[in-house]
């Protein structure tokens, strides 16, 4: 069996957890090849996978653009079997629908999906979760992605069911996409800080940035994935208007401390949290 995971990723995220499936999918046989959603990507070889994998992050309750604009350059490939993996920073349902886009470009195109996998992993934007609580979304999907890698592995049905909430959030969220090329004119680089490394200009996934006099200056195709801002190793980075949401630095993904309890858990939907965490193993004592 030959699995093509194709997965856009802007602090590592879902790459981490594309990973734990491919690691899997490995173990059992399959034959596993990883390639990241970029506009200077070559072609991926769809028609000679059995499965094709998409991974992205959650952006504003949908797809992230870059990632739609890759489905819609797929070649037509009929009765393709096909799976989500995503990754958001919230384990709320309204998040259920955000692969709607992707999924009407796909069918018209042929494909047939099987199944999609969501899991929790720390906010790369809005704000940044403890280390305490990244440790814990990791194990969370250490526990379970192995079981979910096997259903791709078995052509298992893994449908995610989307509420109306879901549904209505995501299709009034969309105007995010359409806003971000004009958001992204607002970044800036901190002269000050700025150390002239360009690693934002590699990271960036649209080529939207480039080093001009050993500085990073923002053109005109963000999306705002923020790698660059999440990534850069100076803080150098604001985000325009996005700057109080911004989030920088690479989690930990230590294993979880002992005794983590409830109270370890980020007040904001706490108990949506918890009950993500019981979802996947992890029972938390109260005190
Ligand atoms: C522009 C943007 C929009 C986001 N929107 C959502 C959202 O609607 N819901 C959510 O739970 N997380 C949201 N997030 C958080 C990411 O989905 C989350 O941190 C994800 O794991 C990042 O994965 P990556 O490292 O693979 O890019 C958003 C992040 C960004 C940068």
Not at 4 to 27: D, I, M, Q, W, Y
Not at 171 to 200: D, Q, T
Not at 225 to 244: E, R, W
């Amino acid at each position: 069996m030959k699995v093509l995971f194709t997965v856009f990723s802007a602090s590592g995220n879902t790459l981490r957890v594309a990973k734990l499936f491919s690691e899997r999918l490995s173990e059992r046989g399959a034959e596993c090849e990883t390639v990241r959603i970029r506009e200077d990507m070559a072609a991926p070889d769809v028609a000679s996978a059995d499965t094709l994998v998409i991974g992205y992050p959650v952006h504003g309750f949908n797809a992230p653009q870059n990632v739609a604009d890759f489905a819609k350059g797929l070649p037509e490939c009929e009765n393709k079997v096909y799976y989500i993996i995503k990754t958001s920073g919230e384990p709320l349902h309204v998040n259920d629908a955000s692969s709607r886009i992707l999924d009407r470009i796909l069918k018209k195109k042929g494909y047939i999906k099987r199944g999609e996998f969501h899991y929790v992993m720390p906010y790369n934007m809005i704000f940044r979760h403890s280390d305490d609580m990244a440790a814990l979304m990791w194990q969370a999907a250490r526990n379970t992605a192995p079981a979910d890698a096997d259903k791709i592995f078995a052509g298992e049905e893994a449908q995610l069911k989307a509420g109306l909430l879901a549904v209505m959030t995501r299709f009034v969220v969309a105007v995010e996409h359409k806003a971000m090329p004009y958001l992204g004119r607002l970044f800036k680089v901190k002269k000050e800080k700025c150390i002239s490394c360009g690693k934002c200009a590699k990271l960036c996934p649209m080529l939207n940035i480039e080093m001009k006099d050993g500085l990073p200056v923002f053109g005109k195709n963000c999306i705002g994935c923020t790698a660059c801002s999440f990534n850069c190793p100076a803080d150098a980075i604001s985000i325009g208007v996005l700057n109080g949401w911004r989030v920088n630095g690479a989690y930990k993904f230590a294993p979880p401390r002992e005794g983590l309890t409830r109270k370890d858990v980020c007040n904001y939907w706490r108990g949506s949290y918890i009950r993500y965490f019981r979802e996947h193993g992890i029972e938390l004592n109260k005190e």
